[in-house]
């Protein structure tokens, strides 16, 4: 038996939503951490809340309700692209492609009529995006742009370039730091 039959299919969060919000972040698929804790990003070397930190305000050393608060008040949805999938550990690239069930992202865009970017937590949610939602959506609905990972598997980059990449939030808010 190897380690892939072995690992249990691990299941996604609700989304941190808002209906006013006008941008949604999507990872791929919560860590080991995330799942233990049931909180996104909850590796204390993800860079998601320190940079959430420097843009909005949301960061890691607040309470985890009162950081998710800052993002629905910013305008901020957060979600993932699978709802459940076996992946043994953390990793994206351990995921198995056979058991991917993917959000119903469809559904979630209708009912928050506002969001018009989506930006991806790395090349991983990206990618699974296109393969398993962006055939059901309409052409041109969204602008969409993938962010460098905030993974500590991402350590080729450092953490001042990826807050400069993710500044593109900001932007799409309209907002100024």
Known sequence: MNQLSRAPVIHSFAPVADSKAQILILGSMPGVESLRTGRYYAHPRNAFWRIMGDLIGASADLPYATRTLKLRQSGISLWDVLAACVRPGSLDAAIDERTIIANDLITFLAQHAN???????????????????????EAGALQMQRLPSTSPAHAAMSYDKKLQEWRGILRALKITK
Do not use: Y
């Open 115 to 137: 969001i018009r970017h989506v930006f991806f937590n790395g090349a991983a949610a990206e990618r699974l995006f296109q393969r398993h939602v962006a055939p059901a959506l």
